[in-house]
C-alpha cells in the first residue's frame, strides 16, 4: 500500500487528529482534497477488490484535514465525509475483523455501534445528519477514527491484538449481521 501512496503505521499523521474545513471559505481546497481521495481509492481498487467496501481517509494521503470517503459494497455510491462527527451511537454493537490500509497485513476484531448518526458538512457549508446501519457504520465510524487520530487497534477489546493477513480465514466475506 506504500507504493500506492498509503502513508504507513508509525506515522504522526495517522495520530493526529485533522483539522476541519471552514466551508465554504475553504471549498477550493475540500475539492482538490476529495480529488486526491477518489484518485487513491481508485489506484488501490485496481490493485485490491474490496468485498466489504472501503475506505480512506485524508491523513491516509498525507493530508491533516477532515475528509474521507467510504465506498460501500457493490454499485452504490460513495460517502464523502467532510468535517464529520458521530452525533449519536447506538448501545447494540458487534464485534467484525477489520483491516486498515495503513497496516494490510494483519486484521483485527473491533467491537463498533451497529448504527450511528454522522454530521457531514457540504461544500455549500450546510450540514446534514445521516443514520448509517452495520457495514456501512462500521466502515464509516472506521474512517472517522482515522479523522480523529485513532486507528482501529485502539478500538480493540484489551488484550486483543491483530492476527496475520494469512490466518484470517474470512477474506473475501461480507461481514454478517442479525437481522432478527
Not at 6 to 19: C, F, M, S
Request: proline letters at 7%; one cysteine or more; glycine letters at 8%.
Amino acid at each position: 500500500m506504500r507504493d500506492l501512496g498509503v502513508v504507513q503505521e508509525g506515522a504522526a499523521i495517522l495520530t493526529t487528529p485533522a483539522r476541519p474545513f471552514d466551508l465554504t471559505c475553504e471549498r477550493d481546497e475540500a475539492e482538490r482534497i476529495v480529488d486526491e481521495l477518489f484518485a487513491a481509492l481508485n489506484r488501490i481498487s485496481r490493485v485490491h477488490p474490496f468485498a466489504k467496501g472501503m475506505g480512506i481517509a485524508a491523513p491516509q494521503i498525507g493530508i491533516g484535514r477532515a475528509a474521507a470517503i467510504v465506498q460501500p459494497p457493490g454499485d452504490a455510491p460513495a460517502i464523502i465525509l467532510l468535517n464529520p462527527r458521530i452525533t449519536a451511537r447506538v448501545e447494540a454493537s458487534d464485534e467484525q475483523y477489520e483491516g486498515c490500509l495503513s497496516f494490510f497485513d494483519v486484521r483485527g476484531l473491533v467491537p463498533r455501534p451497529l448504527e450511528i448518526t454522522v454530521e457531514t458538512t457540504a461544500l455549500s457549508g450546510e450540514t446534514s445528519a445521516t443514520v448509517f446501519e452495520h457495514g456501512r457504520a462500521r466502515l464509516i465510524h472506521h474512517e472517522i477514527d482515522h479523522l480523529d487520530g485513532f486507528l482501529y487497534t485502539a478500538r480493540m477489546r484489551p488484550g486483543a491484538t491483530p492476527i496475520p493477513v494469512e490466518e484470517y480465514r474470512q477474506s473475501g466475506q461480507a461481514w454478517a449481521y442479525d437481522r432478527s
